[in-house]
């Protein structure tokens, strides 16, 4: 069984920056595709950025591109989500998850994503 266990996040002002951990277990995370979603109140989950199971390939929400980047450290079975800039419309709960569909390409659709975590909450003040 898949487990995500996300740490990070809290509370910074407009400009700083914030990193995100999910540390998996019960599953390795070269073998997984994994992601980072968001939601803010009043509004669906969304996008932030994928990662294949590989590493070699991601994809991002268009409203953090060059801005957020995740990653993977097989070594630590953990994924990272590096967030710079950031802007008051970023604030929502941030949350891991994982795919265990073995892909090549990065997985965009949500509801591909079968194990979550629990979600921290990222504050931005302008």
């Known amino acids: 069984q898949v487990q995500l266990v996300q740490s990070g996040g809290g509370l910074v002002q407009a400009g700083g920056s914030l990193r995100l951990s999910c540390t998996i277990s019960?599953?390795?995370?070269?073998?997984?595709?994994m992601g980072w979603f968001r939601q803010a109140p009043g509004k669906e989950r969304e996008i932030v950025g994928v990662i294949t199971y590989s590493g070699d390939s991601t994809r991002y929400g268009d409203s953090v591109k060059g801005r957020f980047t995740i990653s993977s450290d097989s070594a630590k079975n953990t994924v990272y989500l590096q967030m710079n800039t950031l802007k008051p419309e970023d604030t929502a709960v941030y949350y891991c998850a994982a795919s265990t569909l073995y892909s090549a390409s990065v997985i965009t659709n949500i509801h591909l994503y079968r194990h979550w975590g629990p979600g921290t909450q990222v504050t931005v003040s302008s």
């Open positions: 019960g599953h390795t995370v070269s073998s997984l595709s």
